[in-house]
């Protein structure tokens, strides 16, 4: 198997769910970032559930295809093992993980992984968006966008949701999460994610989303947005929630 020369936060977030994907550099930056922070684990195990819960709110009103952005490693409890009658598209620019996700998903006919850069969604490959994802443009499809807007400046990030919004037909659902400002209170740790690393305030979610339509449930804290039980007690690192094309 091939080695990474550089940490991926994709990879960390595996060994973070206890996976088995992910490399020497990758353990390292993970623990040299809880170092700075605190554990970890707890916060992404809860990232994960919200995808989960989100990706079968979108599957359970009868959208059968997804593209996934940024999309990291496709196991643990990713979109396609949460909803496997969907056929599912993942993507991330990153080309070890695009390797790692080739691998794990050999053989699978209803998931693939290309390369597509969130940014510019006319990277994405046709020929697998026209496999994995046979609506696109014609009919509600889920675009999932999970661990990727920290990564993206405010303008990049509102342009690239509303090409998204403008590509997709009615019906669609984006889910999404923003970080907060937790890490404010954690330089070191805020330092190791790089200088384009963005936090926002609550406030900063709504003119992002553009033309996207939260649903009722809102962009909360991901323990609250529709918990199994009683919401745990965790820092409110990720805010997240859905949000739909209602017209053309
Ligand atoms: C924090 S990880 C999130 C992985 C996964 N979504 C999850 O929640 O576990 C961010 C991922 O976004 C990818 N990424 C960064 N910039 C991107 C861009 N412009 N387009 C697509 N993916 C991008 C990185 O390579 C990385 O795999």
Redesign the pocket.
């Given at each position: 198997m091939e080695e990474a020369d550089r940490a991926?936060?994709?990879r960390m977030?595996d060994f973070w769910l206890g996976g088995e994907d992910h490399f020497p550099v990758d353990v390292a930056a993970a623990r040299a970032f809880e170092g700075a922070y605190g554990p970890c684990a707890p916060l992404?195990r809860e990232?994960?559930a919200f995808?989960g819960r989100a990706v079968r709110t979108i599957a359970g009103a009868g959208v059968d295809g997804f593209l996934?952005?940024?999309?990291?490693?496709p196991t643990r409890g990713n979109v396609h093992e949460v909803a496997p009658e969907a056929a599912v598209l993942y993507?991330?620019?990153?080309p070890v993980?695009i390797r790692l996700g080739q691998r794990i998903l050999a053989g699978n006919d209803r998931a693939g992984y290309g390369y597509?850069?969130?940014?510019d969604v006319g990277t994405v490959d046709s020929a697998l968006l026209r496999r994995f994802v046979p609506g696109w443009g014609r009919r509600p499809v889920g675009v999932v966008f999970?661990?990727?807007a920290?990564?993206?400046d405010d303008a990049t990030l509102a342009h690239t949701l509303d090409e998204l919004y403008a590509a997709v037909a009615p019906g669609s659902f984006l889910a999404v999460d923003f970080d907060g400002e937790e890490l404010a209170a954690y330089p070191e740790a805020l330092a190791m994610m790089g200088p384009q690393f963005r936090m926002r305030p609550p406030a900063a979610f709504g003119s992002l989303l553009g033309r996207w339509t939260p649903t009722d449930d809102g962009i909360v804290a991901v323990s609250r947005w529709r918990p199994d039980g009683s919401p745990a007690a965790l820092p409110d690192a990720f805010h997240g929630g859905l949000a739909i094309k209602r017209s053309g």
């Open positions: 991926s936060t994709a977030i992404f990232l994960r995808l996934v952005f940024g999309a990291g490693v993507t991330d620019v990153d993980t597509g850069d969130a940014t999970l661990g990727l920290a990564f993206l």
